[in-house]
């Protein structure tokens, strides 16, 4: 079995048809207006805001995690020393809460518990709407993580994944060319 990462993990929950085409059928991905916006997040910035309210006691930039009894890796663009545990947190160039970015939050907190550190929540940045999203992370999460693992593996083996997108996703999908969705408030593949 081969190392799948946190990215890995929060494509299969944006929608596990885009790890089929990367990984499976190797279709190269367009490159997205979202994508290069992403790019230009000002981390340095963010870190001093972070200092301000959250008052870490450590702070460790972009740390390699990686747990090789279940072969799951990730680079968080940071962890923090807490006062009593320790938070993954990463940075999104978008507005507020969505289910891949809280997938791979989790993920990291799974990481970073599995290396023996206590865990109780992971956190994700907002640039745009300014905003500090709180993730819990506990056991029932942890449990969520291992359920994930197990499809993503699945769709890696091969399996067609079964996908019913809203088509306001799609346009921002790097294989929106490869899937043409139909254009009737959903995209329907099978
Ligand atoms: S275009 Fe839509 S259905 Fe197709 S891979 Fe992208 S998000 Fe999934």
């Known amino acids: 079995m081969s190392i799948v990462t946190a990215t890995d993990l929060k494509n299969y929950v944006y929608c596990p048809m885009t790890i089929y085409y990367r990984n499976v059928l190797c279709l190269e991905e367009r490159v997205t207006e979202a994508m290069t916006e992403g ?3 000002d981390r340095d910035e963010i870190l001093n805001f972070l200092h301000l309210t959250l008052k870490p006691l450590e702070v460790v930039r972009k740390p390699y995690l990686i747990s090789r009894r279940f072969l799951v890796s990730g680079v968080p663009d940071f962890v923090l020393k807490l006062r009593r545990s320790w938070s993954p947190l990463d940075v999104k160039d978008s507005y507020g809460e969505r289910r891949d970015h809280r997938a791979q939050v989790l ?5 970073l518990e599995e290396s023996g ?3 109780k929540q992971g956190l994700i940045y ?3 709407g300014k905003k500090l999203f709180k993730v819990p992370y506990g056991e029932e999460e942890r449990r969520e993580v291992l359920l994930l693992l ?6 890696l083996k091969g399996e067609l994944p079964r996908v019913r997108q809203p088509v ?4 921002n999908c790097g294989f929106f060319n490869y899937c043409k969705p139909k254009l009737e408030g959903v995209a329907y593949v099978r």
């Open 39 to 41: 790019a230009q997040v």
């Open 107 to 111: 993920l990291y907190s799974f990481l």
């Open 117 to 119: 550190k206590s865990v």
């Open 126 to 128: 907002y640039v745009r």
């Open 150 to 155: 197990t499809g993503l593996r699945r769709v």
């Open 168 to 171: 306001r996703k799609c346009i």
